[in-house]
T-cell receptor, first 111, second 115 residues
Framework: AQTVTQSQPEMSVQEAETVTLSCTYD???????LFWYKQPPSRQMILVIR??????QNATENRFSVNFQKAAKSFSLKISDSQLGDAAMYFC????????FGAGTRLTVKP | GAVVSQHPSRVICKSGTSVKIECRSL??????MFWYRQFPKQSLMLMAT?????????EQGVEKDKFLINHASLTLSTLTVTSAHPEDSSFYIC???????????FGEGSRLTVL
């Protein structure tokens, strides 16, 4: 079974600084997708970034980028120039068919 | 972008009653939908996979007779919590896969409170 591990229950970053959220996963598959979702207090799941496993190039979306290490089964999220609105729960997710989530990391942004 | 709508967004019911939550894909067809449960300060846990026109597939530990799932059309899946108890109080989130693109979209979630 696929498992997703987020080892940081909470992280804090100063506004305008950079923070990296960690995620590792376990799978025997070679073709899959990885995601980072943001969940604000409204509980709506907001897609931050996605990565196809077959692509070697790390995905980027504006201030958000990932470090995808397929051999190490690692998928970290880097948030640059952190903003107050980035504060939320962040979930790493693995998808091959259905989608499985890590335990989440609560990000606090300090002004 | 694609929209998945859940209804109701909030529901309060008495213990022992049944509650139905709907998940609709508004601008795409979804042969597959997923139901998740999220307890406070926890992650989303997959409960079941809903397939249009066939029986749902339940995750280990999820009672299929308690959580009835029906996926009667390509745009609608329903989750019925039967004989609800206070421990069933949770946030229920559905997601749907666009049959054309394969992309997955989430609903806004439904908060169930059982008194």
């Amino acid at each position: 079974a696929q498992t997703v591990t987020q080892s940081q229950p909470e992280m804090s970053v100063q506004e305008a600084e950079t923070v990296t959220l960690s995620c590792t996963y376990d799978t025997s598959e070679s073709d899959y997708y990885l995601f980072w979702y943001k969940q604000p207090p409204s509980r709506q799941m907001i897609l931050v970034i996605r990565q196809e496993a077959y692509k070697q190039q790390n995905a980027t979306e504006n201030r958000f980028s990932v470090n995808f290490q397929k051999a190490a089964k690692s998928f970290s999220l880097k948030i640059s120039d952190s903003q107050l609105g980035d504060a939320a729960m962040y979930f790493c997710a693995y998808r091959r068919g259905d989608m499985r989530f890590g335990a989440g990391t609560r990000l606090t942004v300090k002004p | 972008g694609a929209v998945v709508s859940q209804h109701p967004s909030r529901v309060i019911c008495k213990s022992g009653t049944s509650v139905k939550i709907e998940c609709r894909s508004l601008d795409f067809q979804a042969t597959t939908m997923f139901w998740y449960r999220q307890f406070p300060k926890q992650s989303l846990m997959l409960m079941a996979t809903s397939n249009e026109g066939s029986k749902a597939t339940y995750e280990q530990g999820v009672e299929k007779d308690k959580f009835l799932i029906n996926h009667a059309s390509l745009t609608l899946s329903t989750l019925t919590v039967t004989s609800a108890h206070p421990e069933d109080s949770s946030f229920y989130i559905c997601s749907a896969i666009d049959r054309n693109t394969g992309e997955l979209f989430f609903g806004e979630g439904s908060r169930l409170t059982v008194l």
